[in-house]
């Protein structure tokens, strides 16, 4: 009786998810493995698939094969410098938030309350606004005849424009700038959280405030410096839009590179292929943080 | 007492956090500004003028975008708070039940997977369909962007959904209402301010989608974000400063509101 009376309460829950599993299905998770299936599929002439499986698209994110000697097999460097470039950027990216994300965000936590709400605001209005237009005030600034080149010629520091434009920097820089309200958010919600006292009564035992930061609050907002970075480096290392505006053709990222095979380099199956390393990556970030997280509070309990 | 020593201060760190607010305003500021520019300039100022906004405006190509990104953003964040509702009910302030962590990775996973891998993913499947029913309407991008907005507008309701007392829906039974009129009458107007929340977010997320429309579009379906992005590779005009200002005043007057509907119930 008990039994079945539990299983037609779960069936109306299922009932009322249906409609928004059933879209998330098609247009989300569905197309997601008809991926992993064209990964080992054949390229077409003019893009698409040919169905004959084969394991080429992922040997070609890793290796390449001469033109006239198929059985002579080397490193494929182009996409592996567009892996390490992705990698690095992305790492780049999360410390450099880390390193202005952890000031401002307790720069907020210590405002009296009322204050705290605008402040907070302020963090996350550019949080909600277009990622696209921040990267094009980005652009804006840096470019050759932007404001950053007008007001450092006419000071007379330079004097010719610098190319800041579709470099590293560039991205570097743009990365950074949109995603950093990423990192002030999770931060600041592990400082609303800290309890001051344990502050305090460091600084009771003499302790300077170097030493108080990095062995007292440092470790008590560790969970959120752990959100905070999974939070930047996911966006980061799967940034599309950024690097194209910003990069330029030289220096791709991942993202770039994957939309380039199912453009110009008409090579479905290795897009396919390349997206699914780059969900692999993803995947095994959120998995360390579920870890990092679980461990945290295992700890507690314990 | 506690005043003498600061235990709140840490020397250097305001400086920072203030110079990054600075930074974090600036960009835009400068791009606000210059959208106002007289010249044709992004740095060099030559007086007031709102020719460039004109020029918006009467650009005929920037008025088919940016319909259609409006009445894409309205129909997708209207379904998808109308499918996030029902799916919130399920799955909020119930016992736990078989599958429940399978419909939260589902509902999730536009959130974590990269844009660029979703983009692709649909690239595919609409070409598929496409070859093999010959429709190429909106169809496809509505789909793509309601799914990649069901999350946010389930979170909000869901989160006001938790902060609701059960016990009001238990008293409305007692007093021999139906289920469905004690949502009706007690749970859906109580949810309002939630529901509100999920669209607003929703809204605001399918008009800042560039990566999956780019993917997803036929020809002559761009949106305001990717004609602005096929635009950036050209010599840019304030022209393009004004609209993105335009954008950016939109995507804020929907921000505050949810904020302010978020913070005064929440």
Request: net charge positive; hydrophobic share 55%; with cysteine.
């Amino acid at each position: 009786m008990a039994a079945r009376d539990d299983t037609e309460r779960h069936g109306w829950k299922w009932l009322l998810s249906a409609p928004a599993l059933l879209v998330l299905l098609v247009a989300a998770s569905g197309p997601l493995m008809i991926v992993a299936v064209y990964s080992f599929l054949s390229p077409g002439n003019i893009g698409g698939v040919t169905w004959d499986f084969s394991t080429e698209g992922w040997f070609k994110v890793f290796f390449s094969r001469d033109i006239f000697e198929p059985e002579n097999v080397s490193w494929n460097w182009a996409n592996l410098t567009v892996f390490g470039r992705t990698v690095w950027l992305s790492v780049q990216t999360t410390l450099i938030c880390a390193f202005l994300g952890f000031p401002t965000a307790w720069f907020i936590a210590t405002r009296t309350p009322e204050k705290r709400a605008l402040w907070l605001f302020l963090i996350t209005i550019p949080f909600w606004t277009n990622l696209l237009i921040r990267t094009f005030a980005i652009q804006e600034l840096i470019r050759g005849t932007g404001m950053i080149n007008t007001v450092l010629m006419a000071l007379g520091i330079i004097d010719e424009p610098l190319q800041l434009l579709y470099s590293n920097f560039a991205i570097l820089l743009g990365m950074a700038y949109v995603f950093l309200p990423l990192m002030v958010l999770p931060l600041y919600a592990a400082m609303d959280k800290l309890d001051f006292r344990l502050v305090e009564a460091g600084y009771d035992l003499y302790a300077s405030r170097a030493r108080v930061l990095w062995h007292v609050i440092l470790p008590l907002v560790k969970p959120g410096f752990v959100a905070g970075s999974i939070l930047v480096f996911i966006p980061s290392i799967g940034a599309y839009v950024t690097p194209r505006v910003l990069g330029g053709g030289r220096t791709m990222m991942l993202g770039n590179l994957i939309a380039l095979q199912f453009g110009q380099g008409r090579n479905w199956p290795l897009g396919a292929a390349l997206s699914m390393l780059l969900l692999i990556v993803v995947m095994a970030a959120l998995v360390f943080y579920l870890r990092a997280v679980n461990s945290e509070e295992g700890k507690r309990r314990g | 007492m506690a005043k003498s020593y600061d235990v709140r201060r840490l020397p250097g760190f305001g400086v920072i956090a203030v110079a990054t607010f600075v930074l974090l305003y600036l960009p835009i500021l400068v791009l606000v500004v210059f959208s106002f520019n007289a010249g044709p300039s992004q740095s060099e100022w030559d007086g007031f003028s709102l020719q460039w906004y004109y020029a918006a405006f009467a650009n005929e190509q920037v008025q088919d975008v940016s319909i259609r990104s409006l009445w894409l953003a309205a129909v997708a964040a209207s379904v998808a708070t109308a499918l996030a509702v029902p799916a919130a009910l399920a799955t909020t302030r119930v016992s736990r039940f078989p599958g429940q962590t399978m419909i939260y990775a589902l509902i999730n996973q536009p959130l974590m997977v990269p844009e660029i891998v979703t983009g692709i993913a649909l690239l595919i499947v609409v070409a598929w369909v496409k070859v093999s029913t010959g429709y190429t309407g909106m169809g496809y991008l509505v789909a793509a962007h309601t799914a990649f907005c069901i999350p946010f507008a389930y979170l909000p309701i869901r989160a006001r959904l938790e902060t609701l007392d059960p016990t009001l829906e238990t008293a409305a039974s007692d007093l021999y209402a139906s289920p469905l009129q004690a949502f009706r009458y007690i749970t859906l107007p109580l949810l309002v301010p939630g529901i509100a929340a999920g669209f607003m977010l929703g809204f605001v997320i399918s008009l800042d989608t560039v990566v999956i429309t780019e993917f997803v579009k036929s020809a002559g379906q761009d949106t305001l974000p990717t004609y602005m992005l096929g635009q950036l590779r050209r010599v840019i005009t304030p022209e393009m400063n004004a609209i993105a200002t335009l954008f950016l005043a939109l995507s804020l007057l929907f921000v505050t509101a949810f904020f302010l509907i978020t913070r005064k119930r929440g």
